[in-house]
C-alpha cells in the first residue's frame, strides 16, 4: 500500500515472537502446531530455491518453538515478526550476510503476502521506530514524546494479500478514486513525520504548542482513515467501533496494517 510514498511504524512495546531451536535426533517440528504450517511452507521455499542454485538443504532435526503475543491477521506484523526470526535462525547456515538481513526475511514475507513492502520486515528486525519508502529502505526516527494511543481489537481478521488485491482491483476499476486515496495517504504521511519532528523537538522547547500538533497528527490518521475508506477496507462494523471511540474522545481513529480488520488505533488528548 505504499506505493513509494513515505510510510511510519513504530513497534509495539507490548508485542513480540521469539524463537527457539532444540537439536535432536527427532525429526524437525514445531511448536505449537498451530505454526507448523506456515513455518514448514517457508522452509520448503527455502529448499527449492537452494535446490535450484544447485545446493543442498535439509529440515534441521530438533524442535522448533514459537512464542508470540502478537496476533494473527490483525495488522500487527506477525507474518514479518515471524519471517525475521527464520531469517535470523537460518542467515548463519545459509551463508547470508548481516547486511543482508533485512532483504532475506522480506523475501521470506513474499510467500504471505505475494509481494511484500519490506516495512513491517524492518521496524520488526530494527526494534525502533522508522520511516520507510519502498525500494529505499529504512531510515531511524528518534522516539518522541508520544501522545496517548489506544488498540482496539475489531474481532475481525484480515488476508494482506486479499487486501491488496481488493486494491489493486479497484485500481483498474476506478483508477481517479484509487489515486485519491494514494495522494490521501501520501499526505498523512508527511503530516506524521512533521509533527513527529515537532515532539521530539519539543524537548528542549516547552513553550511549543502542543495541543496543535496532536491536532495535526489526528489530522494525519483521519486522512489515512479516509484513504481506506475509499479502497474499501473498513467494514461497517469497525466503522461502528471508530465512530464509538471518537465520541468518547478520542482525536482520530484508523485501522492498523492494510486493512479489513484487526485492531483500531486511536489517538487522544494529553488530559484524558
Known amino acids: 500500500m505504499l506505493r513509494g510514498a513515505t510510510a511510519i511504524a513504530f513497534p509495539h512495546p ?9 537439536p535432536g535426533d527427532l525429526p524437525f517440528r514445531v511448536e505449537p502446531e498451530d505454526a507448523r504450517t506456515a513455518v514448514e511452507d517457508l522452509l520448503h521455499m527455502i529448499q ?16 522448533l518453538r514459537i512464542r508470540s503475543t502478537i496476533p494473527t491477521g490483525a495488522g500487527m506484523g506477525s507474518s514479518a515478526a515471524l ?5 535470523r535462525w537460518l542467515s548463519g547456515p545459509l551463508g547470508v550476510p548481516e547486511a543482508g538481513l533485512l532483504e532475506f526475511a522480506t523475501h521470506l514475507e513474499h510467500r504471505f503476502h505475494g509481494k511484500s ?15 520507510f519508502i519502498r525500494g529505499r529502505g529504512p531510515t531511524l ?10 488498540f482496539h481489537d475489531t474481532g475481525l481478521r484480515a488476508s494482506t494479500s486479499e487486501c491488496i488485491r481488493r486494491v489493486e482491483a479497484q485500481r483498474l476499476e476506478d483508477p481517479v478514486s484509487s489515486i485519491r486515496g494514494d495522494e490521501l495517504m501520501a499526505r498523512a504521511a508527511r503530516l506524521t513525520l512533521e ?15 502542543r495541543e496543535r500538533t496532536l491536532r495535526q497528527l489526528a489530522e494525519a490518521m483521519k486522512l489515512a ?11 461497517g462494523a469497525v ?24 485492531f483500531v488505533i486511536a489517538i487522544w488528548p494529553d488530559q484524558v
Open 225 to 235: 482513515h479516509e484513504s481506506f475508506l475509499i479502497w474499501a477496507l473498513v467494514p
Open 14 to 22: 507490548d508485542l513480540a515472537l521469539e524463537l527457539e531451536f532444540t
Open 239 to 262: 466503522q461502528r467501533q471508530i465512530d464509538v471511540l471518537l465520541r468518547q474522545g478520542a482525536l482520530a481513529a484508523k485501522l492498523t496494517g492494510a486493512g479489513g480488520g484487526g
Open 83 to 87: 519471517c525475521v526470526a527464520i531469517a
Open 195 to 209: 509533527a513527529l519532528v515537532i515532539l521530539e523537538a519539543s524537548r528542549e522547547s516547552p513553550g511549543y504548542d
Open 141 to 150: 526516527l528518534r522516539a518522541p514524546s508520544f501522545p496517548k494511543v489506544t
Open 117 to 131: 513492502s519490506g516495512m513491517d520486515v524492518a521496524v520488526c528486525a530494527i526494534e525502533k521506530p522508522i520511516s
Open 48 to 63: 527449492d530455491e537452494q535446490n535450484e542454485q544447485g545446493r543442498e538443504f535439509h529440515f534441521p532435526s530438533g524442535t
